[in-house]
Each structure stands twice: as structure tokens, then as C-alpha cells.
T-cell receptor, first 112, second 113 residues
């Protein structure tokens, strides 16, 4: 089983749609969680951290379910500029506190 | 965040040669890392670049193949040695600032013929 698993997509959605991405992680001791965004041929950029209580940043909402080892990202009112690959990222903690484990990413294509 | 630059941005190299990639940060940072992103795949950590001591390599990566230097808190280099086509990849440096958050350089796109 992969340490971080994501649906690779692609998700093709019209502008204005709401889309949700899911991610599961295998290490129950994982300490921290993030969503990164990667545009084509660019470096990953931090979109948001994911907190236990869930958190929102504008049109983006992140949720964490530790019991199910599950992270989600919800994008409301999709824009064309949201088209990118969304990477689920986990810090496994333990003795590897510096290490980040990246999912393979979910590709989102927002259509006009 | 930090401003991170990498040189070169891309290169095409012959097999058997070596390439050194530079990473420069605009502020002093304790933690710097080198990642690889192979075509169509996600990022894999190669090593943690430690200032003043040897880098800490992840499973599957060795110093002879990927020597790393970290002479100070703003600069690091990664060398890809004795390259083969399988080394064709994007190589990214990253820095850790507050908490666990990491910020990435723009990457070096390497093609080995």
C-alpha cells in the first residue's frame, strides 16, 4: 500500500462547479498534512495546511479525519486558474520529522 | 516564504557525465532538502542537506551518486554523477521555514541522452 494515495483524475469540471479531492495515508502516527498545488512544468507551491478541526481559505476547505486516515480538499466556485495538479502531502512524524511524503497528485481541469 | 533560485534551470547531458545543481536562498535556513520528480510521478526526497556535516540520504539514494554540499545556511549543491537516461528528471531543492512547511525552488529539468 502506498504511504499517500490520491485519485489521479483527471477531474474535468465546468467553471463555477464544486469539486472535492480525497487522499488517504497509511501511517496512523502522521503528524501534519498539507495540500500543495503544482502547475504544469512548475514547482509545487503550498496551498494550505490541514488542521484537525478543518480549515478554510476563501474557496478552499480542507478536512482531516484521523480515525479514517483521510484528508480532503474542497474547491467551491471553480475558476479556470484552478486548473493544476493538487498534491496531498503528509509528514509521517516519528523519527522522520523532516520528511514529507507526496501523493502522486490529482489533476484538475476547469473548463470554460 | 523564502525566495529560492536554482541553476541551471534546465540541461541536456550526455550519459556518463556529471551535473552540479545549485540552490540559493535569500535568507538563512536550517533545513534544506533535495527532491526528484521523475516524469509523470510525484516528488521523492533524495536527501536532507546538513550544514557543516554530511547529508542524510533516503533509502535508495547514495552519496556516491548524489553528492551534496551545504557550505552555509543559504546555499547547497546537488551533483548527479555518472548520469544515465534514468536520471532524467526534475530536481528541486526546498527549505523548511515555520513548522513543517516547505517551500520549493523552481526546479532543474535534466535530460540525459
Amino acid at each position: 500500500r502506498k504511504e499517500v494515495e490520491q485519485d489521479p483524475g483527471p477531474f474535468n469540471v465546468p467553471e463555477g462547479a464544486t469539486v472535492a479531492f480525497n487522499c488517504t495515508y497509511s501511517n496512523s502516527a502522521s503528524q501534519s498534512f498539507f495540500w500543495y498545488r503544482q502547475d504544469c512544468r512548475k514547482e509545487p507551491k503550498l496551498l494550505m495546511s490541514v488542521y484537525s478541526s478543518g480549515n478554510e481559505d476563501g474557496r478552499f476547505t480542507a478536512q482531516l479525519n484521523r480515525a479514517s486516515q483521510y484528508i480532503s480538499l474542497l474547491i467551491r466556485d471553480s475558476k479556470l486558474s484552478d486548473s493544476a495538479t493538487y498534491l496531498c502531502v503528509v509528514n509521517p512524524g516519528g523519527g522522520a520529522t523532516n520528511k514529507l511524503i507526496f501523493g502522486t497528485g490529482t489533476l484538475l481541469a476547469v473548463q470554460p | 516564504s523564502a525566495v529560492i533560485s536554482q541553476k541551471p534551470s534546465r540541461d541536456i547531458c550526455q550519459r556518463g557525465t556529471s551535473l552540479t545543481i545549485q540552490c540559493q536562498v535569500d535568507s538563512q535556513v536550517t533545513m534544506m532538502f533535495w527532491y526528484r520528480q521523475q516524469p509523470g510521478q510525484s516528488l521523492t526526497l533524495i536527501a536532507t542537506a546538513n550544514q557543516g556535516s554530511e547529508a542524510t540520504y533516503e533509502s535508495g539514494f547514495v552519496i556516491d551518486k548524489f553528492p551534496i554540499s551545504r557550505p552555509n545556511l543559504t546555499f547547497s549543491t546537488l551533483t548527479v554523477s555518472n548520469m544515465s537516461p534514468e536520471d532524467s528528471s526534475i530536481y528541486l531543492c526546498s527549505v523548511r521555514l515555520a513548522g513543517d512547511t516547505q517551500y520549493f525552488g523552481p526546479g532543474t529539468r535534466l535530460t540525459v541522452l
